[in-house]
């Protein structure tokens, strides 16, 4: 597609970083902006969104102890850790994640992100540009995850 077939919100062909994981012309966002979901300190930037691309790249970063929504969803994620340190859940398993790690969440696999009490975390998201919306666990659907004993752990902060 040439350039000037694309829409007027398209990004220009380059946009400098700045101080502090920021990037010109890109904005500066909260997490989600219904707040219907229960998240703490997080923040989102959308790098990418193009649909010559078909998908979006974002840039998700929590404060020292926050933590992104534990939810699940058709589509997919392929995750690149950034800046800092943290956890994640990934279905039943509770990953340590540190600089340049790439985390695959599947299709309707339950998964949260949470950064250590020390730092903030920093990471990269792909996504495909037209998806679902996310699912939150229900009661029960918490319950069981919460016998696994690491996932009881990690949710508990």
């Not at 010109?24 to 219904?34: R, T």
């Not at 009490?117 to 666990?137: A, H, I, K, S």
Request: aromatic letters at 10%; hydrophobic letters at 40%; glycine letters at 6%.
């Amino acid at each position: 597609m040439a350039r000037e077939d694309m829409d007027s919100e398209d990004a220009p062909l380059f946009r400098p970083t700045r101080d502090g994981y920021r990037w010109d012309g890109v904005a500066y966002q909260p997490y989600k902006q219904d707040g219907s979901a229960p998240f703490k300190d997080i923040s989102r930037q959308v790098l990418f969104h193009d649909p010559a691309f078909g998908c979006e790249l974002r840039y998700f970063e929590m404060d020292a102890a926050g933590y992104s929504t534990l939810e699940r969803h058709e589509h997919a994620h392929a995750v690149m850790i950034l800046r800092g340190h943290g956890e994640c859940l990934l279905g039943t398993e509770v990953r340590t994640v540190k600089p340049h790690d790439l985390v695959t969440i599947p299709a309707w696999t339950w998964h949260q992100f949470r950064a250590t009490v020390t730092e903030p975390l920093g990471f990269l998201c792909m996504v495909n540009q037209t998806r679902d919306r996310p699912v939150l666990p229900t009661e029960d659907e918490l319950a069981a995850m919460k016998a696994e004993p690491a996932v009881a752990r990690f949710l508990a902060g």
